[in-house]
């Protein structure tokens, strides 16, 4: 069965590795010319999260180009030292920087996949029994399922839920430094910013912001949330932050490779796949956002105070990084049958 999947970032490639393992024939069509470099480091944690990357065969890979990051220190403008995160908090079991990890998963998937850069879909009509797709560019294509895996922003979840908005957290985020992982950050109220590494806090909305004129090479984005009733409809789903995101913080890269395994494996058991995807993987998704504009940027001296207080906790409280495991952990991974 052919399958089409929008966007390759994290979860496009590990779901169509998943896929074709499981006997279909995946498309990936990708808005960006090529696969997007970018990110700094993103990180797994728990078994569920170590257990999909060891299946899929990739976890050596994976540790192989391991990044080791210090602390994060939060000072003043005058350079004092207010508090830091701890690396034991923030790394989980393993850090890798985002551009690495979406070339391990483009490698794992790349010999069986087709993949389609500089092309993106403007129309879906499912009748039923497949979904005839138009692209802005290449001809029209008839597929049996679409799966939206194309970010925060996802243009699969405009055309199929164009009354859905992702939940705005009052906040914005730029990353224009993909080599570095600068740690060493000065705050003011609702400010946050290291070289290469912008947080604010704004109450424009995200439909308003003109992100068609920030720099191909930035990484800009709303401070978001997504939290969907339901994300499929017909022969259409999402996945990873199409579905579930939570921009930083929200284990959105653990999450995307979790949910392909799930939702390649029941697609292949048949019946109403869709529906045993999201409720395994929905109620494991959202225990796992979290709202970190807030908690790294507070708007307020008072706040400010408040998150330093906490953050000078963390060290001698080992649990708060435990209970982050235990979220990353809550779901117990089907076994499924494959094909290679
Ligand atoms: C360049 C970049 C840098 C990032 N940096 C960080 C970071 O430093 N820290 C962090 O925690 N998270 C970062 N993220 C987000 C992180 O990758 C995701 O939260 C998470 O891994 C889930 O991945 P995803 O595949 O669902 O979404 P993403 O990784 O965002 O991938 C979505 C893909 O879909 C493509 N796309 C978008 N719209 C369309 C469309 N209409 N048609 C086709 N393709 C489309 C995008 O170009 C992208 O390649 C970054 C994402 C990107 C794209």
Known sequence: ???????????????????????????????????????????????????VLRRMGVLDAVFAAR???????????????RCRLPTSYLGGDVEILRGDLSKILYDASADDTEYVFGDWITALHDDGAGVDVTFEHGPDRRFDFVIGADG??????????????????GYYFAIWDDEGDDRDLTCAPGVLTAPGWLMFKSSVPPELMPYEVIAPDVYFDSISQVRMPTVSSGRVTL??????????????????????YVLAGEMAAGGDAFARYEALIG????????????????????????RD???????KAPMFARIDMLRASAIKLPEYVLVA
């Open 283 to 306: 109620p494991y998704a959202r225990g796992c956002q979290g709202s970190p504009g807030r908690m790294l940027a507070p708007a307020t001296r008072l706040g400010m105070w408040a």
């Open 309 to 315: 207080r906490l953050f000078g906790m963390l060290p």
């Open 1 to 51: 069965m052919d399958v089409l999947i929008s966007g390759a970032g994290i979860a496009g490639p590990a779901l169509a590795h998943w896929l074709a393992r499981f006997g279909f024939s995946p498309t990936v069509v990708e808005r960006a010319p090529s696969l997007r470099p970018g990110g700094q480091a993103v990180d797994f944690r728990g078994e569920a999260h170590l257990s």
């Open 67 to 81: 990044v080791s990051l210090p602390d994060m220190v939060f000072r003043d403008p005058s350079g004092r030292e």
């Open 152 to 169: 925060m922003r996802s243009g699969v979840r405009r055309l199929v839920f164009p009354e859905y908005r992702p939940k705005f957290q």
């Open 239 to 260: 996945i990873g932050d199409a579905g579930y995101g939570s921009t930083l913080g929200g284990m959105g890269t653990g999450i995307s490779v979790v949910s392909s």
